[in-house]
């Protein structure tokens, strides 16, 4: 039994005793969850307590300043607090805690347990921002990633610690393919976060990585969708920061955020909050700069040789691929995965849509002859998608066009090709291979 306070008591002797006076602030002004604070001077980031009911205390991060007064977001509900409300600054502002101790653990956005295991006890923190390094420190990308997803694997090669963006309507298949990857890919660590997403997926996904061969490499940070918005920043942070840690010790590691644009959503909430004027459908600049700032933390590192892999799943609303999100997603990842609902609809999962996905480091990744047989591929499917309205209609004569011909011939092997079972792992030379014979003479 008391080996079980062995840790807590090792962590008590190491940390420094502060003799500093304790400061409070008070609650000047409550507005829906923002909080106006008199008499603290905290910085950005910092966390606090909010004295509540008799007996317990609620939850508040530091989003800013004006006046004077401090800017806080509540994390939890405001009924029931008062005016006069005592504010307790609390923990280091700025750090999170990563480590070892939360493999095979899923924790909230602040860290703290959600799998009803003991408390965990972190050893280490890294700077909710991450470590700013010289865009020198960030190595090429030049081996192959493997997702265990056939089509994605040959068609699509994707690169150690490259950045990339799976984007589609609600409900063609995002978090079932991240899944899929999540058990198929070749890495040394996963951290998956889990952002605004439904808690019933969360419990899922928990329930399923949780008992799986992977559990020891996996970390799990969910903030399902009732969360606070900063809540839901800080847990994508939280993801962010753990891959870091990880790649600073040499590793290979894969990071997973469903979903990209739901990180966005909570930065616009904030954004307003503060009183910034909305612009492209009404993301003000600062949210999309967040999401900018978040993928360009994944990547390779030249210093510790490791790496992030970075999987982002972005919300195309409406099927809308104009959105400002998966404009801003598009342009800074090193590549993008499209899901179209109408593969999904004739049952073609995952409904990866060839001719829109691209993967820019493939040319650099994968062999020549790799690379013509993707590119047939390519122009096999798009010549029979291009004319599948006629042919179906029975108004194209064979002969006319060859490259067609040979499309409608292999119709069935191509889609075959491309559709996998959610339990099925095809590694990447298995992939290559099947192309090859596919595709061979
Ligand atoms: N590989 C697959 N095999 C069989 N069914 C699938 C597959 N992928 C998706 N589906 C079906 O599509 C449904 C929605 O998938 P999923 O939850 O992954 O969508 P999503 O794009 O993440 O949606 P949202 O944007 O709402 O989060 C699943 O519940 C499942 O029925
Ligand atoms: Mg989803």
Known sequence: MLTLFDPLLRDLAAEPIDLSPRRFGLVAACDGGLLEVSGLSIPVGAMCRVAHKPGTTLAAEVIGFRNGRTLMMLLGDS????PGARVHPEGKPGMLPVGAAFLGRAVDG???????GPPIHARSEWP???LRTSALDRSPV?????TGVRSLNALTTFGIGQRIGVMAGSGV????????IARGAEADIIVVGLIGERAREVSDFVERHMHAEKRDRTVVVAVPADHAPNLRLRGAMLATSMAEHFRAQGKKVLLILDSLTRVAHAAREIGLLLGEPGAARGYPPSALATITKLVERAGNSAASGGSITGLY?????GDNQDDPVVDTARAILDGHVVLNRALAQRGQYPAVDIAA???RVMNDIVSPDHQKLAREFRALTASYEANRDLVLMGAYRSGADPQLDRAIAMHELLTAFLCQFGGEIIDIDTSAAQLAALLGP
């Not at 602040?110 to 009803?116: H, T, V």
């Not at 298949?173 to 899929?180: A, H, Q, Y």
């Not at 799943?313 to 609303?317: G, I, N, Y």
């Open 173 to 180: 298949g995002k978090s079932v393919l991240m899944d899929m």
């Open 313 to 317: 799943t972005v919300l195309a609303d």
């Open 357 to 359: 996905s691209l993967s």
């Open 128 to 130: 909710s921002g991450g």
């Open 79 to 82: 009924v029931m607090l008062r």
């Open 142 to 146: 030049r081996e192959t990633f493997d």
């Open 110 to 116: 602040e860290g703290l347990p959600i799998d009803g």
